[in-house]
């Protein structure tokens, strides 16, 4: 069985910074894509950030120069750094991993709130 548990979410001022972890474990042979979505009620859930196991990055054009997309590959972790936060940027923030275990399936984390307000 795998899980993903996503930690670092909150409230923030504007232009503040947070860190987003999300750390995956059960029986994975090897870990493809991570990265991260987010999702406002009744909207549909956003790219915000990706990361191949190669270190490839992708980000939503909304965030870039802003958030920076890691992992490292001893932890199965992935994090977002997320500075200049704007009101915008209020949502669940969901971590996803394409996990071989053995099959190569994307797993989802349950998410975690960031809200950012004076």
């Known amino acids: 069985q795998v899980q993903l548990v996503e930690s670092g979410g909150g409230l923030v001022q504007p232009g503040g910074s947070l860190r987003l972890s999300c750390a995956a474990s059960g029986s994975i042979f090897g870990i493809n894509t991570m990265g991260w979505y987010r999702q406002v009620p009744g909207k549909q859930r956003d790219l915000v950030a990706t990361i191949t196991g190669g270190g490839s990055t992708n980000y939503a054009d909304s965030v870039k120069g802003r958030f920076t997309v890691s992992r490292d590959g001893a932890k199965n972790t992935v994090y977002l750094q997320m500075n200049s936060l704007k009101p915008e940027g209020t949502a669940v923030y969901y971590c996803?991993?394409?996990?071989?275990?053995?099959?190569?399936?994307?797993?989802w984390g349950k998410g975690t709130l960031v809200t950012v307000s004076s």
């Open positions: 996803v991993a394409h996990i071989i275990a053995p099959s190569n399936i994307a797993y």
